[in-house]
């Protein structure tokens, strides 16, 4: 396992460029920051593009293909990507974090030449999985992201945030999601016999343990003992024991988001893996 403290200095590297690249409207061209950096900084790309497509597809049945196709770099279109069966308040917030996303690949991409969208698994299947994974059994009927608002904001919950200071409109969304979801929190997620609450204990659980970096995740109900100050349980934004956001490594998502526990092992929501440096790195040590 990697010592803490690099890990930690990768989180703040990635977090002082993330605070560059969004503060410094001079600055619009990678070609003069060192490679380390470039590579941190197209990272996130990886993310971005899922979200972009995930939030779009699910709000508006369409994706980066039709909304801004210069943005894919020719990169394949996603796989089993759909309009999810929304309310009209939850398709509204979404079709505006889709817009968001959009404006982050556009942002990262004028400040690092980046890569082209990775192939995505965003079909039922793939979320299916992750939740049998989180809950340790084959769900019966197999759990449907794009059923209802319930499960596709249970489905947002899945995507890991890279740093949740990372950006501030992205720790927003996840703030955002959690709310939605902590009003529902003891609703009983049709036709399985768990709450809300329950799926997020379990979706977190299964981030901590493929991350292997110990606690970073919490659901929205907790035991007294992690919650605020070990005075509540309950537990609308996540946080260490100082209430401080938690951060993920690069490494840590990939084991997540491959949903294999390893970073050189790609599969889950990137069937080829991620691109970029950094998860190309991995993967080919994996080799
Ligand atoms: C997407 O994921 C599902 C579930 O793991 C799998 O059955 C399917 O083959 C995957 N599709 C691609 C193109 O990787
Ligand atoms: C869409 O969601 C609503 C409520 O969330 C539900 O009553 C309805 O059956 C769903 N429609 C489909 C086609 O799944």
Redesign the pocket.
Known sequence: MEPQSSSTTGLMIINLFLFFLFTSATVNSGSNLPKCDIDLLEFPLNLEYFEAEYFSFGSMGMGLDTIQPDLTAGGPPP??AKKANLSSLVNDIITQFAYQEVGHLRAIKKMVEGFPRPLL?L?E??FA?VMNDACGEDLSPPFDPYANDINYLISCYVIPYLVAGLLGVESGQDAVIRSLLYERAKEKVSPYEMTVAEFTGKISGLRNKLGKNGVKDEGLVVSRDEGAEKKIEGNVLAGDEDSLAYGRTPREILRIVYGSGAEHVPGGFY?NGGDGAIAKGYLKRGR
């Open positions: 796989v089993g698994n079909s299947e793939s999985t069937p």
